[in-house]
């Protein structure tokens, strides 16, 4: 069975009517993708060492 809600999505559900599936635009899953890898790349660079503006920008005019 599948729910249209006031939230715009639809929602597959069991007998129960308990959600299991959510269908996603192409659009709305592309964005989530990107989010996800934005966020793993914010993960992985949390140690990595940092520079001031002015540093960067002294390294920029060389």
């Known amino acids: 069975m599948a729910a249209q809600t006031p939230d715009n999505h639809l929602y ?32 992985e660079r949390r140690g990595d060492e940092t520079y001031s503006l002015e540093d960067l920008q002294r390294e920029l005019e060389r």
Not at 13 to 38: K, M, N, P, Q
């Open 12 to 43: 597959l559900t069991d007998a129960e009517g308990r959600r299991t599936h959510i269908v996603l635009t192409l659009e709305e899953y592309e964005a989530l993708l990107e989010e996800a890898w934005h966020r793993q790349v914010i993960a």
